[in-house]
């Protein structure tokens, strides 16, 4: 049986790690793919930022455009396409700048405020001009998908002449929207043409970095890298985490409750069978003084005294009420749903008790015993009195057994605090070091006296099993050849 409660237990061990382990392993990929997509999420922020951004430089560029009366900076790409093998497609943005007042080409007013349609027009007649660009800067733009993003690239290099892009004027932006982050701008060796995302690299410390192209065909390029906090991220995993959290609880209560059903229930029955045993163990003592008695009561020379006769009574109608103590105790731990063993707490005076122990001790004829009591008259303990009778008589029953010819038993005592400390000591035989850790086990005996007394090793385990069921301990103090020392501890 214990072994099986052994191997359910470490079954249940298992079982609560593995199941704690897939939920750890269930909750990490949940709060990765949560980190995802709020980097994601905050990348999509700090790139419509840029974008923000940006148009606002384009707007700044389109203004001072207007309010320029002689210069006009006109964006144009041409495309060539080569044949061979392969068709080979290469694209050429240029951007002219024209000494020309776009006041002048309208026939306006230096002082009046050109709309844009009016600057369209303003270029358009330019170009009808078809006059000399005072300046001009080449561009490849081969690496554009299409016409449509050359255009753009061409526009955004004309807006990067005119107004260039600042860490701080993009900070400004970020700010407004709530993003504080790292910005670094670089020129590229080679065009970079779209947004590249670099995700957390660490999940206790994430972070998300954004390299976005600001003027494509010059190389130039902002990264923007945020770090938040992972306590950013927990919020929307609050639901799931607690909805996790109370069924994981749930599951391992009721795996450990029923586990320990399991234990109280084996344990309950493991401490019936060795009470049952252990007083089935002290039964004799009763039946022995009562085979005694009424072998004095056959007697009848004996029964003539009446001082004789009326101890004999005295210790048959004892040894009855003991028997009559035994058999409750045992219909109490075997029939009621009990998980201790039954105590009928009473205060008795101790040094009382030890001598009734005392004068029912049985002495053989070949030993000389002195038993000395030096309780105090006034120690008053609170136990359960048959138990304790019980137990201080093992202890001198097995002084006298464990004894040379002369034996001599001091019992003392003493009240500290909540703790009333018993001591019964005797000059027997000892017990070596190696038996001492054993001595209480049910059905031990010292490799010393197992040949050489009767009995079946329940005494001593009998005593441990009364005084722990009084939350008290027992402890001993022994040599070879030295005598022993057992050592009871009772609260009170």
């Not at 430089?57 to 060539?80: G, H, M, Y």
Request: glycine share 6%.
């Amino acid at each position: 049986m214990e072994k099986r409660i052994k191997t359910l237990y470490i079954i249940t061990i298992i079982a609560i790690l593995s199941f704690l382990g897939m939920q750890l392993y269930w909750l990490y990929t949940r709060y990765d793919l949560s980190l995802y997509e709020y980097e994601v999420d905050m990348s999509q922020r700090i790139t419509n930022a840029v974008n923000e951004y940006n148009e606002i430089r384009k707007l700044k560029k389109q203004k001072d455009r207007a309010d320029d009366k002689d210069n006009i900076s006109i964006p144009s790409f041409t495309l060539q396409q080569s044949y061979g093998d392969t068709v080979k497609t290469v694209r050429t943005a240029r951007i002219y700048t024209y000494s020309y007042s776009a006041h002048q080409v309208l026939g306006l007013d230096p002082d009046v405020k050109l709309t844009d349609e009016q600057m369209n027009e303003a270029v358009g007649k330019i170009r009808d001009l078809q006059g000399m660009p005072s300046d001009s800067i080449v561009y490849d733009a081969s690496g554009a998908r299409d016409e449509n993003e050359a255009w753009a690239a061409a526009q955004n290099a004309q807006t990067e002449q005119k107004h260039r892009f600042t860490a701080e004027g993009v900070d400004s932006v970020l700010k407004k929207e709530g993003i504080h982050a790292e910005i670094v701008m670089a020129k590229a060796d080679s065009m970079v043409w779209n947004p590249k995302i670099f995700f957390h690299r660490s999940i206790i410390k994430p972070e998300v970095s954004v390299i976005i192209p600001y003027s494509q065909l010059e190389g130039r390029t902002v990264t923007v890298t945020c770090r938040f906090s992972v306590f950013d991220v927990l919020p929307s995993l609050s639901p799931t985490f607690l909805i996790v959290l109370l069924i994981s609880c749930l599951l391992i209560v009721c795996l450990v409750l029923q586990f320990s059903t399991v234990l109280k229930l084996s344990r309950i029955d493991k401490m019936r069978n060795s009470f049952v045993t252990t007083m089935i163990h002290e039964l004799k003592r009763p039946i022995s003084t009562l085979k005694m008695c009424v072998s004095g009561m056959e007697n009848e020379k004996m029964m003539e005294d009446k001082e004789t006769k009326r101890e004999l009574m005295m210790e048959t109608r004892n040894a009855l009420d003991n028997l009559s103590a035994y058999f409750s105790k045992l219909r109490d731990i075997t029939f009621n749903n009990v998980d201790q063993i039954p105590l009928n707490i009473q205060s008795i005076n101790l040094r009382g008790l030890f001598d009734m122990v005392a004068e029912a001790v049985t002495i053989p004829a070949d030993k000389t015993v002195r038993i000395k009591n030096e309780i105090g008259d006034d120690v008053e303990v609170s136990v359960d009195r048959s138990h304790l009778y019980n137990i201080l008589t093992n202890l001198v029953e097995n002084a006298v057994k464990y004894s040379g010819v002369e034996v001599e038993i001091t019992a003392s005592a003493k009240v500290g605090g909540a703790v009333v400390e018993i001591r019964v000591k005797d000059n027997g035989n000892g017990i070596s070091q190696g038996d001492i850790s054993r001595i209480f086990q049910r059905f031990y005996r010292g490799k010393a006296s197992a040949g050489e007394q009767p009995g079946m090793g329940l005494g001593l385990a009998y005593v441990k099993l009364l005084v722990e069921a009084h939350g008290g301990e027992i402890a001993v103090e022994s040599a070879e050849g030295k005598g022993s020392c057992f050592i009871i501890k009772l609260p009170q």
